[in-house]
């Protein structure tokens, strides 16, 4: 079983920037995917970015242009860098790992998940 632990959640306020971090127990080199899934208070999970074995990323569109969602294979670690926070942001975030190498952003394991809190 894969472990997912999030870090870097936080309060921002509007226009600011926060980076989570995810640390995979093994090796996210062997991971077909890896990505981020968000949940609002009271609305249902989302996916928010994620990357693939080959490099492909993927965005929901609310993000684009603001998310960026990286890899560190030496480090067994997947950011997701948020810039110009919205508080529409606001939610759980949480780190995911996919075993499928065509639908890299599905989450087959999950993390626990770190708030993040963007204030206006």
């Known amino acids: 079983q894969v472990q997912l632990v999030e870090s870097g959640g936080g309060s921002a306020q509007a226009g600011e920037s926060l980076k989570l971090a995810c640390a995979a127990s093994e090796s996210i080199a062997r991971i077909n995917g890896m990505g981020w899934y968000r949940q609002p208070p009271g609305k249902q999970r989302e996916l928010v970015a994620a990357?693939?074995?080959?490099?492909?990323?993927k965005y929901v569109d609310s993000v684009k242009g603001r998310f960026t969602i990286s890899r560190d294979n030496a480090k067994n670690t997947v950011y997701l860098q948020m810039n110009s926070l919205k508080p529409e942001d606001t939610a759980v975030y949480y780190c995911?790992?996919?075993?499928?190498?065509?639908?890299?952003?599905?989450?087959?394991?999950w993390g626990q998940g770190t708030q993040v809190t963007v204030s206006s």
């Open positions: 995911t790992a996919s075993s499928s190498r065509i639908m890299y952003w599905r989450g087959d394991y």
């Open positions: 990357v693939g074995n080959l490099g492909t990323t």
